[in-house]
């Protein structure tokens, strides 16, 4: 590309008349300007953002629907699980026994097993009811979001925690 | 002994091609790069396995920062900014800020608006620098005084008939409550659709998630 082909053919006048030009190289040393084009493009690799944000989408529930319009949940597919400090997670299935006896601890390593679990056992009356309490964080949140994502859960709720809950899961921490 | 004279070759390679490729790589580099949307407030946003893109006009932002301050802003077009103005002029209007239509322009022009009420004013006379994550906040850590509910309202009138995609961006160690105020804010006001903002995700081999997306459906929540 760079070069051309500046031979003199045969079909150049070759006579006395014809003054012979002084023959210059075309060849253009491109080191330099690979240099430089090397240079910009590490300059935008760097700069360049490839990863664009994405967006989950989240609907809320409306306060305001009576009491006696709202779906009841089937406890045997209920799972209920509850967000705490530094990352812990409990869970339930059912409903709470009095005794606290199925209340167990996990963590966002483990929870997934136990969501499919619970998902091939319960199967379409599956239920995953997410509470977190005043001490977990926004990641905690999104992550266990993103766990429905992962795991499939189709109907899933996010409810404020009872006291009696937010109780238990301080109690279990402080140990 | 005379070994045999090995032909002397140049040593100069020939480099249109690297040259080709190289400007090759820029240009689709320079193409591709889209200058970083100024971000006065770092946010680090939690990952997700999401596949759907954040929308990036007609976006009514509330950020909320790993301090738990919560700061709203608008998309950056045009379109939006006059959305931003009309909500401005609505909440001056309704809380008898007092603010001139000059200070309201100022504001329009800040990256977000990042103080409680009482003090718009100030902030209007805040140099662009000051502008940032030092800001208190707008008031939205205790039920009773959550003007978020207040900008929400403002928003939706703005917005009338228009398309508006409320989205959240909180950090990674944001705590809970002020999550969930924010969540009260747009309860109040009848929005129950909303997107927050995450990074992208691979979604983890052998979930359920995965074999479904594996056998060709695609994931329908």
Same mark, same amino acid.
């Given at each position: 590309?760079?070069?051309?082909?500046?031979?003199?053919?045969?079909?150049?006048?070759?006579?006395?008349?014809?003054?012979?030009?002084?023959?210059?190289?075309?060849?253009?040393? *491109?080191?330099?300007?690979?240099?430089?084009?090397?240079?910009?493009?590490?300059?935008?690799?760097?700069?360049?953002?490839?990863?664009? +944000?994405?967006?989950?989408?989240?609907?809320?529930?409306?306060?305001?629907?009576?009491?006696?319009?709202?779906?009841?949940?089937?406890?045997?597919?209920?799972?209920?699980?509850? *967000?705490?400090?530094?990352?812990?997670?409990?869970?339930?299935?059912?409903?709470?026994? +009095?005794?606290?006896?199925?209340?167990?601890?996990?963590? !966002?390593?483990?929870?997934?097993?136990?969501?499919?679990?619970?998902?091939?056992?319960?199967?379409?009356?599956?239920?995953?009811?997410?509470? +977190?309490?005043?001490?977990?964080?926004?990641?905690? !949140?999104?992550?266990?979001?993103?766990?429905?994502?992962?795991?499939?859960?189709?109907?899933?709720?996010?409810?404020?925690?009872?006291?009696?809950?937010?109780? *238990?899961?301080?109690?279990?921490?402080?140990? | 002994?005379?070994?045999?004279?090995?032909?002397?070759?140049?040593? $100069?390679?020939?480099?249109?091609?690297?040259?080709?490729?190289? =400007?090759?790589?820029?240009?689709? =580099?320079? &193409?591709?790069?889209?200058?970083?949307?100024?971000?006065?407030?770092?946010? $680090?946003?939690?990952? $997700?396995?999401?596949?759907?893109?954040?929308?990036?006009?007609?976006?009514?932002?509330?950020?909320?920062?790993?301090?738990?301050?919560?700061?709203?802003?608008?998309?950056?077009?045009?379109?939006?900014?006059?959305?931003?103005?009309?909500?401005?002029?609505?909440?001056?209007?309704?809380?008898?800020?007092? &603010?001139?239509?000059?200070?309201?322009?100022?504001?329009?022009?800040?990256?977000?608006?990042?103080?409680?009420?009482?003090? &718009?004013?100030?902030?209007?006379?805040?140099?662009?620098?000051?502008?940032?994550?030092?800001?208190?906040?707008?008031?939205?850590?205790?039920?009773?005084?959550?003007?978020?509910?207040?900008?929400?309202?403002?928003?939706?009138?703005?917005?009338?008939?228009?398309?508006?995609?409320?989205?959240?961006?909180?950090?990674?160690?944001?705590?809970?409550?002020? =999550?969930?105020?924010?969540?009260?804010? =747009?309860?109040?006001?009848?929005?129950?659709?909303?997107?927050?903002?995450?990074?992208?995700?691979?979604?983890?081999?052998?979930?359920?998630?995965?074999? &479904?997306?594996?056998?060709?459906?695609?994931?329908?929540?």
């Amino acid at each position: 590309m760079a070069e051309m082909d500046t031979s003199g053919s045969g079909k150049h006048k070759k006579g006395p008349g014809v003054k012979k030009g002084k023959k210059l190289s075309t060849k253009v040393d *491109l080191t330099p300007m690979v240099d430089l084009g090397f240079l910009l493009i590490t300059f935008f690799v760097f700069t360049t953002t490839m990863s664009q +944000p994405v967006a989950m989408r989240l609907a809320l529930p409306d306060d305001k629907v009576k009491d006696e319009d709202q779906n009841k949940i089937k406890q045997s597919g209920a799972l209920t699980l509850l *967000l705490g400090k530094n990352n812990n997670v409990f869970y339930y299935e059912g409903e709470l026994a +009095p005794d606290a006896s199925n209340f167990k601890s996990s963590n !966002f390593k483990d929870i997934r097993d136990e969501i499919q679990h619970k998902k091939q056992q319960a199967d379409t009356n599956l239920v995953v009811v997410i509470k +977190p309490n005043n001490e977990s964080n926004y990641k905690n !949140f999104i992550d266990i979001l993103d766990e429905m994502r992962i795991n499939v859960v189709k109907r899933y709720a996010v409810v404020d925690i009872s006291d009696v809950e937010d109780q *238990l899961i301080k109690k279990t921490e402080g140990e | 002994m005379s070994r045999p004279k090995i032909a002397r070759k140049s040593t $100069s390679v020939d480099m249109t091609a690297m040259c080709d490729v190289a =400007f090759l790589l820029l240009s689709f =580099f320079i &193409l591709t790069t889209k200058p970083k949307p100024s971000e006065a407030v770092p946010i $680090s946003t939690p990952k $997700s396995v999401e596949n759907k893109f954040a929308p990036d006009k007609n976006l009514v932002m509330i950020s909320l920062n790993k301090d738990n301050h919560v700061y709203l802003s608008v998309g950056d077009n045009s379109g939006d900014r006059d959305k931003k103005q009309a909500m401005l002029e609505d909440v001056n209007k309704a809380n008898n800020l007092g &603010l001139s239509s000059s200070e309201i322009a100022t504001l329009t022009k800040q990256p977000f608006i990042g103080t409680p009420l009482a003090q &718009l004013k100030q902030q209007a006379h805040l140099p662009v620098e000051q502008i940032s994550s030092k800001l208190p906040g707008i008031p939205c850590t205790d039920t009773t005084n959550n003007q978020m509910t207040e900008w929400i309202r403002a928003a939706v009138a703005a917005y009338q008939g228009t398309k508006m995609d409320l989205i959240l961006k909180g950090d990674n160690v944001a705590t809970y409550p002020v =999550f969930k105020n924010i969540l009260t804010a =747009f309860k109040k006001n009848e929005q129950f659709k909303f997107q927050m903002v995450t990074n992208q995700s691979n979604v983890p081999a052998g979930t359920d998630l995965y074999k &479904l997306n594996m056998s060709g459906k695609a994931a329908q929540m």
